[in-house]
């Protein structure tokens, strides 16, 4: 019996999601800022975690408040969302391996790894990739308040902007 989940995800809030449409792929973060951190590459995180990853409450220049919020505050707020990638794409590298990759240092790597716990988030959950990825190559989902299930993000970034 296989325990791997099919999917890994790329959990946001709604305020991004107009501009993820329009850009038509998930990019790592150093791509949306105007300065990109010297000798770093930003990442693409994804979470093995198949309900919500508690560190995607830190994105998207929401400000201070939002860590505050619960997952279902968030949800009422801001709406939550999912980008799903195969658990088998060769784009993603697992953590701690993916910090190396991105040229992040240890201290800067175990700072992120104190947050992420303190948030409730486990480390050993967390992938990425330095590349963007298509939407054509993602599954995209809306949470419900009870589930996840399957949405048109062109509707949903239609309804939001």
């Avoid at 009422?76 to 799903?84: E, I, K, S, V």
Wanted: charged share 20%; hydrophobic share 45%.
């Amino acid at each position: 019996m296989n325990n791997q989940p099919d999917y890994v995800w790329h959990y946001t809030v709604g305020t991004p999601l107009a501009a993820i449409a329009r850009a038509g792929r998930l990019v790592p973060a150093a791509a949306l800022m105007r300065e990109p951190h010297l000798g770093k590459q930003e990442i693409l995180w994804f979470s093995r975690n198949q309900q919500w990853d508690p560190s995607a409450s830190k994105d998207d220049g929401l400000g201070q408040a939002r860590h505050t919020l619960t997952r279902g505050a968030l949800h009422t707020r801001f709406g939550l969302y999912r980008f799903g990638l195969s658990a088998l794409d060769v784009r993603l590298v697992p953590w701690p391996t993916v910090t190396r990759v991105a040229e992040i240092d240890v201290p800067e790597a175990m700072t992120m790894v104190a947050n992420g716990l303190r948030c409730g988030a486990a480390p050993t959950d967390w992938l990425g990739t330095l590349m963007p990825i298509p939407l054509s190559d993602l599954r995209f989902e809306a949470w419900t308040g009870v589930i996840w299930a399957r949405a048109d993000l062109n509707e949903i970034a239609a309804q939001l902007a």
